[in-house]
């Protein structure tokens, strides 16, 4: 599985100074272009990996990153968690079994348990990521934060909370919090939160209630969709390989579930001609709507 494989190269990679993707790729029998775009991934999810060029280049970790080979730091374990719980978000499920064997490894107060992550397709980068790390740092020491923040009616107002978790859901990142302003749990959406800062104040956890049902869920559909092989680097990326099938004509189908939100439709016509949804009839004529009042725009 590609969660085991990319564990493994950060495991090769810990203890050795620099690895070429040819000695990768004939290790797990895939393709040099497979492993750069497992460094991709890694690097994406905040490994400290990089490639050189030359005679003696090839794949390394930070320098920082591996002084200690036998023993991660609390927050390189705390890195190398989140890395795999974000990878979970982005379209590697498996990884809850690898983090469950992992966190086992690093015993501690708060150091695997300050993150999230519900799985529901493909994700969105976290754009900022002092903002998140400072979120983070916050959550793991118990502080209160303080921040900008613009609700869906973009009204901007200053808050101060008690920052509980980090919850990916839906192609986005919230944030559940105690609000000292609304004196309850209240969730954020982390894009739209700003001017993050850590305070001196410390806190003490608060009995939560269930906060699953604020989560913004999307239902799930059975979907359809034939694509021409121009965009199937795009299909390949976004859908496992077991949902799509080759037909004669050199077409593809894809069929999967998948929520039905506003990243599916916007998904779907960033492909332009080169696919059609055969199925729900509702989502074609989403499509069909959509595409028509792009049309009477120009």
């Known amino acids: 599985m590609k969660i085991n494989r990319l564990l493994e190269i950060v495991t090769i990679l810990l203890n050795r100074e620099t690895v070429t993707a040819k000695e990768l790729a004939d290790r797990f029998n895939v393709s040099t272009r497979t492993i750069y775009r497992d460094i991709d991934a ?23 990153y591996t002084l200690n080979k036998t023993m ?7 890195g190398l968690l989140l890395s795999l719980k974000a990878m979970g978000a982005t379209s590697y499920p498996e990884a809850a079994t690898v983090l469950e064997k992992i966190s086992s490894v690093f015993k501690g107060n708060r150091t695997h348990d300050w ?28 502080k209160v934060i303080s921040f900008d923040y613009i609700n869906g009616n ?36 982390l894009s739209r939160i700003k001017n993050v800062q850590i305070t001196d104040k410390h806190f003490d956890l608060r009995k939560i209630e269930e906060y699953e049902n604020q989560v913004p869920h999307s239902p799930l ?17 976004t859908f496992d390989e077991d949902c799509i099938s080759k037909n004669d004509d050199g077409s593809f189908d894809v069929t999967a579930t998948i929520p039905e939100d506003e990243w599916l439709y916007e998904f779907i016509l960033s492909l332009g001609n080169n696919a059609e949804v055969i199925l729900p009839e509702n989502i074609r004529g989403i499509i069909k709507t ?8 120009y």
Not at 118 to 125: D, I, T, V
């Open 42 to 64: 890694l690097s994406s999810a905040g490994v400290p990996v990089y490639m050189s060029k030359g005679n003696s280049g090839g794949i390394s970790l930070l320098e920082d």
């Open 72 to 78: 991660l730091s609390k927050s390189e374990s705390e």
């Open 115 to 142: 993150v999230e992550v519900y799985f529901e397709g493909w994700c969105s980068k976290v754009n900022e990521q002092d903002r998140f790390g400072k979120i983070r740092d916050a959550i793991v020491s118990n």
């Open 154 to 189: 973009g009204i901007k107002s200053n808050r101060c909370a008690e920052p509980v978790k980090l919850i990916f859901n839906a192609h986005a990142w919230y944030l559940i919090a105690y609000c000292l302003k609304r004196n309850e749990h209240r969730m954020f959406r």
């Open 221 to 237: 559909i059975e979907l359809k969709m034939r694509c021409s092989g121009k965009v199937m680097y795009r299909i390949y990326d």
């Open 290 to 297: 959509r595409a028509k009042e792009i049309l009477d725009k």
